[in-house]
């Protein structure tokens, strides 16, 4: 269990020893959502300048995310011409 009163990197928590680009969308944006619901409810303390720092790690994930997801309503749409 983490202490709570331990302040957690939060790119740090999500990506481990990976480099960023080694770390799937979809692993990063569960894994963001897991921190920032325990960091709101008070459950663990993130390094505030890391956590604003680090935003950036979630908006990549987003951003491919969104665009695998515009390329497979791309895909769809074509194949229903």
């Known amino acids: 269990m983490t202490d ?3 302040e957690l990197n939060f790119a ?3 990506i481990g020893q990976r ?3 080694d770390v799937p969308a979809g692993e990063v944006l569960r894994e963001a959502e897991r921190l920032l619901n325990s960091w709101m409810a ?3 303390r ?3 300048p890391k956590l ?4 950036a790690l979630l908006f990549l994930a987003l951003l491919q995310q ?4 515009e390329a497979r ?4 749409e074509a194949r229903d011409v």
């Open 46 to 48: 993130m390094e505030r």
């Open 66 to 69: 969104n665009r695998e997801l």
């Open 52 to 55: 604003y720092d680090h935003y």
């Open 12 to 14: 740090r928590e999500i």
């Open 19 to 21: 480099g960023f680009r």
């Open 4 to 6: 709570p009163e331990r």
């Open 42 to 44: 008070g459950e663990m």
């Open 73 to 76: 309503l791309a895909a769809l």
